[in-house]
T-cell receptor, first 113, second 116 residues
Framework: AQSVTQLGSHVSVSEGALVLLRCNYS??????LFWYVQYPNQGLQLLLK??????LVKGINGFEAEFKKSETSFHLTKPSAHMSDAAEYFC???????????FGQGTELSVKP | EAGVAQSPRYKIIEKRQSVAFWCNPI?????LYWYQQILGQSPKLLIQ????????DSQLPKDRFSAERLKGVDSTLKIQPAKLEDSAVYLC??????????????FGPGTRLTVL
């Protein structure tokens, strides 16, 4: 069975600092991995996804993530945090042909001025 | 390109009442999903349609929840009767329906339901 674990339900960084949100997956087959962001009172927006090919994936708003099979990880990073990055971030794995998403617990990112 | 539309955005009802939510997916998207997101939790899939057929409804509480997707386009999710624990945001998402699980799901803004 596939599952996703996000380490840290809340992460706080200063504006301009590195953002690192951790995600580990368990999967018996090569996974398809996604990062979504959710702003207050809004739906989820795709930041980036890994399916096949290059293991370093670049997304929107300056975010990127690296798929590391040996560590079963797909951590999300951004070199310099902006106040507008404050939101909830969800890592997800796609299960099966139907594409059902299994979400992690979410990480709330706060950005201090 | 228009995104996924949902209505209403907010709904307040009393327990044991019924309620319905509507979703209009992105044009041409074959797959439609309904998720339930309880406050402070991650979204959980309730039901998945491929065109107008149900692919997965294993997590749908069928004694009170029902959903349909007429003509493979719009969809309606209904709760009857509602319970206090149904208070949540109901998210609709759609995707092209590509095989293999690589599809990107696009989410609507959600309907926030409060059951009193």
């Amino acid at each position: 069975a596939q599952s996703v674990t996000q380490l840290g339900s809340h992460v706080s960084v200063s504006e301009g600092a590195l953002v690192l949100l951790r995600c580990n997956y368990s999967s018996s087959v090569p996974p398809y991995l996604f990062w979504y962001v959710q702003y207050p009172n809004q739906g989820l927006q795709l930041l980036l996804k890994y399916t096949t090919g290059a293991t370093l994936v670049k997304g929107i708003n300056g975010f990127e993530a690296e798929f590391k099979k040996s560590e079963t990880s797909f951590h999300l990073t951004k070199p310099s945090a902006h106040m507008s990055d404050a939101a909830e971030y969800f890592c997800a794995v796609s299960r099966g042909q139907g594409g059902k998403l299994i979400f992690g617990q979410g990480t709330e990112l706060s950005v201090k001025p | 390109e228009a995104g996924v539309a949902q209505s209403p955005r907010y709904k307040i009802i009393e327990k044991r009442q019924s309620v319905a939510f509507w979703c209009n997916p992105i044009s041409g998207h074959a797959t439609l999903y309904w998720y339930q997101q309880i406050l402070g939790q991650s979204p959980k899939l309730l039901i998945q349609f491929q065109n107008n057929g149900v692919v997965d409804d294993s997590q749908l509480p069928k004694d009170r929840f029902s959903a349909e997707r007429l003509k493979g386009v719009d969809s309606t999710l209904k709760i009857q009767p509602a319970k206090l624990e149904d208070s949540a945001v109901y998210l609709c998402a759609s995707s092209q329906g590509l095989p293999g699980g690589t599809d990107t799901q696009y989410f609507g803004p959600g309907t926030r339901l409060t059951v009193l």
